[in-house]
Structure formats: C-alpha cells, structure tokens
C-alpha cells in the first residue's frame, strides 16, 4: 500500500497535458441556469491509474493545478468498523493532498434503493486539494480500494464510498464524472451531512454557485427544507449520532448526565474529598448507583484563581485512581471523561480507558491537546473560556457586548481549531462556559439564551450549531448570589433549576455534582420538551 501511494504522489506531481476543466459559474451569462450548460468537454476521458485491484500504471499526463479548488466529498460506509473506515479514509485524503476544513455531522441511515443491507454512516467534508477533478477522482477510487472496496452491486454494502459533491465552481460532465452528483437533490443522507458544511449567513462565490446549482431562490437550504429538512432527523430513518466508546449516541433521544468526580484539595465545592484512591472510587460507585452516565474525573483545580499544577503533578493525582477505577465492574459501560488542559495528561488517560477529553480551555492552554486527541481518535469537549483560570475573572476578560453573540463566536473559533487539527466534527461537543470569565448577569443570560448561541454559531456552521451541548452550573458562586447561599452543598436546588433551563434551551448534556438531583432534573427537563414537541405539532 505504502508503494501505491509513493507511486500515486509521483505521478500528481508531473504537470504536462491536461483535461478542460470547465469555466466558473460567474463566466455564465447572467440570468442563465448554470445547471442547464455543460462545463467541461464530455468526451475527455479522465485517466485510469488503478484499473484492476488499485494497482497503479505509470502516466505522464497528471495535472496538479497551481491554486487550491475548494470541494465537498461524501463519506458513507455499512460494511465492518465504520468509523475506522470513516478514519482511515480522511487520513488517506490528507496523505493524497486534501486539506480537511469542516467536517459535517455523523448519521446513521438506513440503506437507500437495496435495502437488505446493515444501516450506513453518513457525513461529508469540506476542503481544498490542487488535484484536477479527475485526478481526485482517481485517489478517492484508490482510498476506496485500500479500504478493501471490490465491485460488488451498485447501492449494495461497502466499506467505504468517497463521492466528490462539489469541485470548485465549477460544473462538470464527462464518461466518469459528473459534478454535482446526479443525485445530491433526492437524497436527504446526502444533503444533511452537506448543509452541514455551510453557514447560515452568505460565504464565498464559490459556496455562492454551489447554492445556484440548486436552481431554487435560497439554494441548497430550499432543497434541503423540500425533503423535510431538520425534521427528518431522528425520523424517517436518519438520525445524528456521535460515537462514543463503544456506542453511536442519538443526543436527542435524552438529557444524559455527567458526575464530577474530582480529586483535588482545593476545588470551591468538595475539594480534599476524593484525594486517596478509596474515597475516590467509593465516590465513584455512588455517582454509577444515582444514575451517572459520563463521569468526569478531574485532578486539577480550575476554579477562578486556582495554583496551576504540573503534568507530572496532575498525573500523579490522576493515574492511581484511573486505574483502580477501570479495575471495578461498576465501571463497565460507563463513559469515563478526563478534565485536562494538558496534551500528556489526556494522552495517557485515554490509554488507560478514557473515553472523552473535557479541556475548559478548548485548546488555548496546551495547543498541542488538539493534535493528540485527533490522533487518540474520542470525543472532544471545547469549553468557552477567556484566559485561564487565574485570570479569566479580570475586567478585561468579563467585558462583553453582547455576551451571546460572543461567546458563540469565540466558542465556534474553539471549534474550527479543533476541525483544523484533525478532529471530525462529529466528535466535538460544546459547552459555554457558565462561571468562566462570567460573571452573574452573564451566567444567566447564556442559560436563558442557548438557542440563540446555537443560532449565532449556525451563521458560521450549520453543523457546529448542531453539536451536543453541554452545561456546567453546578453549585456556582452565581448560584450562591442569587439565592443567597454561602456553602456549595447548598446550591443543588438552584442547580436544579440551573440545568432544568439548560434543557429546555437545548442543553444536551449537564454536568453536576448531585448526580441524583440531577437525574430528576433530566427527567422532567425531557418530559416538558417532549410536551412542547406535541403541542408544536397542533
């Protein structure tokens, strides 16, 4: 395989003859329908380097172009490990000159035109690449055949399927390929993943041509809306999932709860609890036993002005524990989540059996946690959060306008980071931030307002605005001002109410440290959107 690869790069960096490529939509005539002209010569027949088993021939007439073209690729697999094969697949795009820029959500979906078949993953990418149109079809053939994609029958299983959506601004039309794909306008598991990649607000020309394809007033969003739009997700057989370990969770389907366990001697509610590994993994058994089902295992203080520690002095607060605790049977089938900043810390705590990484930095405090976790392939938590926590409490930090437009855009650049650094999408979840570098007014405003961060994210993402969300208030010096309650312990009715309107704004996860309280609050938090949803309907 390494070989194939050397041999394909070779031959993408000769630069002889190449094929027309066609004209950019804004050389049409105005007024003319772009979808109705043909945009490349249709009797250039683009070149076979893998015509039988993905070996390759020698060519001397690949064409890399001098400029980036931006494109859109779909990714669908049924057949084996299907995110591995999602992994392997964009890892190989990068290999081959694909640059990654925003990925779309993850479905699952039910087979289209044969439908005795498992269910699919669905998504798609956005990026760059100087590979000619046919030169890039030619490597996505080639990813599919080192994933072990043979013939088989046209709609049937396959381990992986790599279809260009878009090249360009262009509009192309030859015996192989034809861009657009034919058939992007019938398929809603094609067309979810797609409008993912765009924002709600105007982009570039070239996203602007993408929409004139459509041949409709507002473009893709009216062909997608035509389908069903969002309300064909989690019905009609396509639902938005995010892995985590071993499951695909639907987000919609409840308000899961995450426990805090933390093991630090100076955390502002139960600090010096947890140091010894017993207390810890007694405490552990009790969040497991109240109905916890993320348990987030921290061992460094982030509270405002806590003492920064070491990676060495984090991980020998938090390895001894994380080990005694992986040894439990409580702890099967339980998500265990990390609560670092650090690159090394998450690292070796998803060695250990970690399924999550929660960084309250989003990146900005260890830059090289977003690589890792790429690399280490889980979830991703990117909190909001201005400085760090000595000094995230200053005027400078706690200044804001309009504070959910702001946090929403300064979340959404934690987010493209993380894009950027090889973290799909479909493994981001998103937290604003309550009590960091906020103040009161602030705190409340966001919970209150959640729909709105997720509408401001959606001008720059349609995607991002639908990763899970999560919400932290729990027993927060804000809470304690509001009602007037000095000890933390005393807070869990205010965090009730708390997280109850995180719910019902959207919140998808909630992150407590009553973790019984907060199952009932989950509970009715759910029943009362699920009484909404009906009396939406009417």
Partial sequence: MFKTKKALMEMLSVAKSGFNFGVPISNYPHGRNPRSALSINSSVKPLNLFPSAGRPISSSSIQVQSTDQEIVIALGSNVGNRIQNFNQALQSMKNYGVTVTRHGCLYETEPAYVTDQPKFLNSAIRGTTKLNPHDLLTVLKQIEAELGRTGGIRYGP???????????NLRLNSENLTVPHERIWERPFVLAPLIDLLGSCGENETVAAWHSFANCKNGLFDIWNKLGGESLIGNDGIKRVLPLG????????????????????????DGGQFLEAGDAVSHFKSLISEGADIVDIGAQSTRPFAERLTVDQELDRLIPVLEEIIKIPESKGIILSVDTFYADVAAEAVNRGVHVVNDVSGGTLDPKILSVVADLGVPFITMHMRGDPSTM???NNLHYGDVCKEVASELYQRICAAELAGIPLWRIVADPGIGFSKNTEHNMELISNLPIVRREIEKFSLGASHVPFLVGPSRKRFLGEICGKIDPVARDPATVAAVTGGILGGANVIRVHNVGFGMDAAKVGDALLQHRRKADKY
């Fill in 246 to 269: 071993d499951q695909l969770v639907d987000w919609s389907k409840k308000t899961h709860v995450m426990g805090i366990l933390n093991l630090t001697p100076d955390s502002f509610s």
């Fill in 158 to 168: 396959r381990p992986i399927d790599l279809d260009i959506l878009f090249y360009g």
């Fill in 393 to 395: 409490q200053n005027c």
